[in-house]
């Protein structure tokens, strides 16, 4: 069994598990950790997480931010000089974008029931241009059910690494792991 194969069934029997009622935004968010080289497979096996999901009697809706980079980037009114001349795209510029993607992801976590996983994936391609950690952070007002995201990275010790270049950071997220079909609470 694979990596990847491990996180699926680590997966399926957490997800199955009855969810807690009452939890604040930051306690409803579970981080599948895999390591980055597995980003395409991971990819391939999405649909056996949602049927697991499914299955445990869960709504599912997978958002994938692969893409939002550039698509918010072209709709920019200065794009062009942003490509011309990189430090124009300065850190208040770069909250912009993270606003964005709240403004995205918030509207369909709010939808989505108590019962249901919104998942996150390619979260890979914010790698420099927003952390992962303050999106999150971010979208915890607006999580009823589940938010989970796909994290290309490594958890150790109670912290989180995004693709093993950030250091650590504590999170209260729940991660999910592959190691021996584990998860730790």
């Known amino acids: 069994m694979n990596h990847i194969e491990a996180l699926v069934k680590a997966w399926s029997s957490h997800v199955a598990i009855p969810w807690a009622a009452g939890l604040s935004g930051g306690e409803k968010v579970w981080f599948c950790v895999y390591d980055k080289a597995d980003e395409r497979r991971l990819r391939l096996h999405l649909p056996e997480f949602e049927g697991a999901a499914k299955k445990a009697g869960h709504g599912w809706e997978s958002i994938d931010l692969t893409d939002s980079f550039a698509t918010w980037m072209a709709a920019e009114e200065y794009r062009d000089s942003f490509f011309e001349e990189p430090s124009h795209l300065t850190e208040a510029k770069l909250l912009d974008f993270r606003d964005w993607l709240v403004a995205l992801v918030s509207p369909r976590l709010e939808r989505a ?50 693709l093993d270049a950030h250091d650590g950071w504590s999170y209260r997220a729940v991660p999910i792991l592959a190691s021996e079909g584990a998860f730790a609470s």
């Not at 029931?113 to 607006?142: H, R």
Request: no cysteine; net charge negative.
């Open 113 to 162: 029931g108590e019962a249901d996983a919104v998942a996150l994936t390619g979260v890979s391609s914010l790698f420099g241009f927003v952390k992962v950690s303050e999106l999150v952070g971010a979208l915890e007002p607006s999580i009823r059910g589940r938010l989970v995201v796909f994290f290309p990275g490594g958890y150790e010790n109670g912290n989180y690494r995004f």
